[in-house]
């Protein structure tokens, strides 16, 4: 039994508010390391968006799937050199506007697979000569129908109604995509295991730490999750799980945004969580938390370069990935395991937020 | 003198915390009516990305500029079914990542012509063979040089930091390039007239209503502020308002976004602002309206179909423009208005909130 084993433990017929959701975080590396089981699903589809020359690729969601599709702008622009855009979906489904999709690759992005409006996206696309992709869970969905591949996400059974396995087995999933479109599959794969390992040594280490840092914020009302580039995922991501889980008014923004007029509106009582990773863009995030630092913000640092974060109060430093793009992979999980902790503060159950489902078939 | 020049007049040497701001949301009207003076550069400019075949936009800018961003999405998709895209500067600028940018028009968006990542996309899109064109106040600014062609904002001299006539000017500006790609340069020209003089007809009955439906929002501390399709642009922008004039921590989101997770941190002390506007959205934002109440929100309806949402506890409506496209231009006027009286009753001065300046240069 190792203490990656032990850690995974749960006692036997445990529950409780947020059991679920610690337990999903806790099963990140394994689900991560059974993606990887279909990498030749993931070099099929690449080989036909070269084929077809689909090289604008297009990516449709919402929630924490909507986050991952930001993390596939940089996926995609590192790796092949390929320009993504989180699409319109009212464009296409809402205004029934027909855009010429020849040399398009569209991502559809849905966990259950039956998101209405992606759905209708995915088939509209298609029609309009787009390349169709479903990323999803359930491989027997509308969502699957529609599309012309499918790739699975693997993350297996998530039944807290926050999503954990799911955002980083679709960042995952789009970062072998986007790597094997370029050739580099087989170096992705390999990387993406070590982040496995990186995932199991820190999660157990950070779980036994986390309270005593997010204690303090248990009636914080307002935040900004701060990151640039490859990170403006995680940042966005963070953002929702305070939101849907410990009912914190979160907004994501980026390093330099903040200075074009949010600055203004922070006080003590309005911290600031910035995600500093070793990237071209750590220079601009270390910026944005001086910014934040004069305006009298509380400072919260996470990342693997969260020590450059000068002043801030509560650090949360991740394991230094091989490359800038599996940063994301790893910084998620703070943000995970301190919207668990603050739930648990505020007696919140982040299994099954109020008002929401796990399925959402808002239009 | 007309009941409007009675609204725009000033008395001699007045000044006081938010006067400027004040009197520029009132000088939009004939901001929008000067910029149509120089139509005949947007067609030219139209002609060139047509002859170019330089059909793919990406428009980069912050703040205020990236809000009217999302508006350019829905403008060249429903006027020449063109795809834009707000593009990611760091991918360019702090990567370096060199995209093919052939078939690629890029618009850089500055008030001030001198935003410095913005200005090194635009050199390293022209050298990637985009054609650049710079849409900004000052025609004599590094932007203005930097890109093979200038479109005029005329939204002239703007002296509060919270942009107001800059805004609506970059949305007129983007609708009607939108329009003279698709060949209907004269009709979207004709309807800005009539948006002109919708404007010059409510701002000032606005004014006079607009401090008792602020008053009770005096310490609201968060609110969400929801729109769809190309009201999303002003649902960003509204936010923006709210976070650098009046310290709340105002989040934009779409109407199916809400369903996706944030609507389980809404009670009565987190009000949601929701733009209700004819158009084939409507519907979508009826349903997140109920969403909301159902979780015990507040809710601030505006728009030209303010009508259409049940229980709202304050309507700001606005004329029904000639066609949806030009809503936003209409829709973003109760935001402005509303942080005004709200800043008023607060004692903070919108026309210089605390930490920011004119010209923002973080990059």
């Excluded at 090289?55 to 702008?73: E, F, I, K, Q």
């Excluded at 027997?140 to 993350?155: G, H, K, M, N, R």
């Excluded at 087995?169 to 794969?189: D, K, P, Q, S």
């Excluded at 703070?334 to 902790?341: I, S, V």
Aim: net charge neutral; aromatic share 6%; with cysteine.
């Amino acid at each position: 039994v190792s203490p990656h084993d032990l850690a995974l433990a749960q006692p036997p017929g445990s529950s409780g508010p947020g059991t679920q959701f610690l337990a999903e975080i806790k099963e990140q590396p394994q689900a991560l390391l059974d993606l990887l089981q279909h990498r030749t699903d993931f070099d099929r589809v690449a080989a036909t968006m070269r084929e077809r020359s689909a090289s604008l690729v297009r990516l449709v969601g919402h929630g924490s799937s909507d986050n991952a599709a930001s993390y596939a702008v940089y996926a995609f622009g590192l790796e092949p050199r390929w320009t993504a855009l989180r699409d319109s979906i009212t464009l296409t489904v809402h205004y029934g506007t027909k855009l010429d999709m020849r040399g398009s690759t569209v991502l559809g992005l849905s966990q259950s697979g039956r998101t209405p409006d992606v759905i209708e996206y995915v088939e509209r696309a298609r029609k309009a000569g787009a390349f169709t992709v479903a990323l999803t869970n359930e491989l027997d969905s509308p969502l699957a129908d529609a599309a012309e591949a499918v790739l699975p996400l693997t993350a297996g059974a998530e039944h807290a109604v926050a999503a954990t396995k799911t955002y980083l087995n679709t960042l995952a999933a789009l970062g072998l995509l986007a790597a094997a479109v370029a050739g580099r599959g087989a170096v992705f794969e390999e990387s993406l295991r070590g982040v496995a390992d990186q995932l199991n040594a820190f999660i157990p280490t950070l779980e036994q730490t986390i309270g005593a840092i997010a204690a303090p914020f248990t009636y914080t009302g307002r935040m900004f999750v701060v990151g640039r580039g490859a990170e403006f995922s995680t940042a966005r991501e963070i953002s929702l799980k305070l939101l849907e889980t410990c009912r914190i008014a979160a907004e994501p923004i980026t390093a330099t945004d903040l200075a074009h007029g949010p600055v203004a509106a922070l006080d003590p009582l309005f911290p600031v969580w910035l995600i500093a990773s070793a990237d071209k863009t750590l220079r601009a995030v270390v910026e944005a938390a001086a910014r934040a630092r004069t305006a009298g913000a509380t400072l919260i640092a996470s990342g693997s370069r969260a020590a450059a974060i000068k002043g801030a109060e509560y650090v949360l430093p991740t394991p230094e990935p091989a490359s800038p793009l599996l940063g994301p992979l790893l910084s998620i999980v703070p943000g995970q395991l301190f919207a668990w902790a603050v739930a648990r503060a505020k007696g919140l159950d982040p299994d099954a937020p109020r008002g929401l489902t796990k399925v959402t078939l808002a239009r």
